[in-house]
């Protein structure tokens, strides 16, 4: 058995891929904005809606497991909150034989709760309970900034874990690294870029580009067909890169 490690935000949780079940209402919906607006309402309206089951179902069939390994990614994680949790598994003593992070989308904020938890703030979203943090930040913070700082967060991540003698790879869906890259290109930050290109890479940005129309769900998430080419490729990274070998 390989201890396979998996760490991400809903690309990699799955979200969507059991919607068949838990919302069957779904087939009615024409629109991204219509389907994410009615699942709120829904998730909120039933009483004893089992939210942790539904993430549960998702993972169960997205490519994390489709390897056999274990799933740590969840819904709207930002890029520091997966690091945190790497770290924090590595410091676990889990067996580990290889941890993949998947890069998340571009303006989420690691956000520890008061009672401690481990969540992230979505800069892209104003809720009432950040709502004047979030403003502040957007006005106060330039894309720039962001981009800088997810870069070293994955430079450092790359290095910490590597100096634990654990194999490590990135997952990038293409857009993500895109808008990162772009921030820095041609600027005083551009040698990040090159920095980036030293790591290890499981790039999907091709595949995900050219099939843009047949592989997302209707609230962009991956279809089953597309988290079985994940798996696909990232056994053919573990034999090559890793020399682990999974059945």
Not at 214 to 238: C, M, N, S, V
């Amino acid at each position: 058995m390989k201890h396979l490690h998996f760490f991400g935000c809903s690309f990699t949780a799955g979200d969507e891929l059991s919607d068949d079940v838990h919302f069957t209402w779904k087939k009615e919906c024409k629109t991204r904005e219509e389907y994410y607006a009615k699942r709120a309402e829904y998730i909120n309206s039933i009483i004893d809606f089992d939210y942790i089951k539904y993430e549960q179902d998702n993972k169960d069939l997205a490519y994390p497991a489709l390897l056999g390994g274990t799933n740590h990614a969840s819904n709207g994680a930002s890029l520091k909150e997966n690091i945190l949790k790497i770290i924090q598994l590595i410091n676990s003593g889990t067996p580990i034989d290889a941890i993949y992070l998947q890069i998340p989308p571009f303006l989420r904020e690691l956000y520890i709760t008061d009672d401690k938890n481990i969540e992230s703030i979505r800069l892209r979203s104003v809720n009432d309970k950040h709502e004047k943090y979030i403003t502040t930040k957007i006005v106060t913070h330039s894309n720039l900034n962001f981009a800088v700082n997810d870069a070293i967060d994955l430079i450092t991540i790359d290095s910490f874990v590597r100096s634990k003698n654990i194999n490590f790879g990135i997952i990038s869906f293409g857009l993500e690294l895109r808008y990162r890259r772009n921030e820095l290109e041609n600027g005083p930050f551009d040698f990040l870029n090159n920095e980036l290109n030293k790591l290890d890479m499981v790039d999907f940005k091709d595949y995900a580009f050219e099939n843009k129309h047949k592989i997302r769900l209707l609230g962009f998430h991956f279809t089953p067909e597309a988290h079985a080419y994940f798996a696909q490729e990232i056994k053919k990274h573990l034999a090559d890169k890793f020399s682990i070998l999974i059945d």
